[in-house]
């Protein structure tokens, strides 16, 4: 069904609405998600850089945080499993955002103490993969905490409100993050272990923000005609299947890693090209581990160890009813759309740090200009995109959105050819992430209105999921790229492909109107 779009409201009545108490609550819970992000990213490339871990390896640590985009695999656990104890006392979103914040404090605790110049970088690997999966499993519960407490009048806005603490939680985590390790002695030149364990460990406190937010705020209580109470005994069966499902798929991929890194210099030589021929063995070996996880789901339930209906319920119902509610042609170009509207700008963020670092910017200058007044500017985008999508449309904001963020990438290949000039770099940061914060404040309120409430959770996690999936797994090779082809061409390379995402925008808005 086509939905209309509702009259422009007035400036005034839009700007009001800023001061909702779910608009401010949002502004607290997105700082508690910004933060680990760029301690999985951008500080923690820095990191690997000044301990001396080559570029390639640097960018490959972006995978840790692949659990953002698999997070759809065990979003239903949120939604069907209580927490013990946890649950009683906070309610079902608020015991596990409550969960999520305290394993996230562990996870960054554990990377401050290994040392990526003295101790494996497996296990520094595994410390980030941590602090993805717990920080993807708070992103998944505030989204659905956002969508069950404030109707969709409210959402473009709260959206907005929740880039603007994503942002601020990621000025701590960046900018705050560079300024203390420079603070406490660590630099490219003179390397110092415990400027960066203290760093790690400020961070960690900084999660009480979102602990306290969570003690403080009330649990919403949605109209959830599609919600049933599961047995003990289907929630065990339920977690066991997941489990063992998982270790599968880590199992997989732990033990494959020999074969690919044989396999890479002779598929290297068969096709002329190094960076491709990683890529397609990663991407068998992904291939692979699902499989595998998929074997073993079946053979848990053809075990009777897990109930085959509640399987259903949980994956296959939510991607039916998106199905039926769209139709299958609209379906599948809405999910086309979500899965390449970020890749522009996911794939030039992943090697932005290394790149600042190359042209000789210091800790300080990237703190000061990229982290701080570049988030600023972000913060002022997410605003004016969520003001801008209130007046005119999300569909109309989000084209605007996806043409600046294609664009603006070409502003890097000037940069990169400019070399260390304040100036350039703080035009480009602005116009970079005025355009970013846009286009995510219009992205955040259009995957929320394809959300039915009886599934939200798990149909947001698929589309915030699908939304990083491919752009991530790319971004962990544009390291390599950069080496191949150099930084003007990748960022030329970047910028097309933005194109296709204008079609595909123009395209649904023909088909399909938003309230």
């Not at 007044?373 to 007046?391: D, K, S, Y």
């Not at 605007?400 to 070399?419: D, I, K, P, Q, R």
């Amino acid at each position: 069904m086509m939905n209309r779009e509702t009259p422009n409201k007035s400036w005034q009545e839009t700007i009001s609405t800023f001061t909702h108490p779910r608009v401010l609550t949002m502004l607290f819970l997105g700082i508690s998600a910004g933060i680990p992000l760029l301690l999985i990213f951008s500080s923690l490339s820095l990191w690997l850089r000044e301990a001396g871990v080559e570029r390639g390896a640097v960018t490959y640590f972006s995978w840790a945080a692949l659990g953002y985009s698999f997070k759809f695999v065990w979003a239903p656990l949120i939604d069907q499993l209580p927490l013990p104890f946890l649950t009683k006392i906070l309610g079902k979103r608020r015991a596990w955002l409550f969960f999520s914040q305290f394993m996230i404090m562990l996870a960054i605790s554990a990377m401050a103490l290994i040392d990526p110049a003295v101790d494996s970088l497996n296990l520094m690997a595994w410390a980030a993969v941590f602090l993805g999966f717990s920080s993807a499993t708070q992103d998944i519960v505030i989204d659905a905490y956002r969508i069950e407490s404030a109707d969709s009048d409210l959402q473009t806005l709260i959206s907005s409100s929740y880039i603007a603490g994503y942002r601020i939680g990621m000025i701590l985590a960046g900018a705050g993050a560079l300024f203390l390790a420079n603070y406490f002695g660590s630099t490219m030149q003179n390397y110092n272990y415990q400027a960066w364990q203290w760093t790690y460990f400020v961070m960690a406190s900084i999660m009480l923000t979102g602990i306290i937010t969570t003690l403080v705020i009330a649990e919403p209580s949605p109209q959830n005609s599609n919600s049933s109470t599961p047995s003990q005994q289907k929630n065990l069966g339920f977690l066991l299947l997941f489990i063992l499902s998982v270790s599968g798929f880590i199992a997989c991929f732990y033990f494959s890693s020999s074969f690919a890194h044989l396999s890479i210099k002779p598929l290297s030589t068969l096709l002329a090209n190094k960076p491709l021929a990683s890529f397609l063995i990663e991407l068998c070996r992904l291939a692979f581990a699902l499989l595998i996880a998929a074997i073993i789901a079946k053979l848990v339930i053809q075990s009777g160890l897990a109930q085959q209906q509640i399987i259903e319920q949980t994956y296959l119902e939510p991607i039916k009813d998106f199905f039926h509610r769209f139709g299958w042609s609209l379906a599948w170009i809405l999910l086309a759309l979500i899965g390449l509207y970020r890749i522009s700008d996911i794939l030039l963020g992943v090697i932005s740090n290394v790149f600042y670092q190359d042209l000789g910017f210091t800790k300080p200058e990237i703190a000061g200009v990229v982290k701080s007044f570049g988030l600023l500017m972000t913060i002022a985008g997410g605003f004016l995109g969520g003001i801008l999508a209130v007046r005119y449309g999300i569909m109309r904001i989000l084209f605007l959105g996806a043409l600046l963020s294609a664009l603006t990438n070409l502003l890097f290949m000037v940069l990169a050819e400019s070399g260390h000039d304040m100036m350039m770099l703080i035009i480009v940061i602005s116009a970079d992430n005025l355009s970013a914060g846009l286009a995510s404040a219009a992205f955040i309120a259009f995957l929320s209105s394809l959300t039915n409430i009886s599934f939200t959770a798990v149909q947001y996690a698929i589309f915030s999921s699908l939304m990083t999936l491919f752009p991530k797994i790319l971004g962990g090779y544009s390291g390599t790229f950069v080496d191949t082809i150099g930084y003007s061409r990748f960022f030329v390379v970047t910028a097309l492909m933005g194109i296709p995402v204008l079609f595909l925008i123009a395209w649904t808005g023909k088909l399909f109107k938003l309230k």
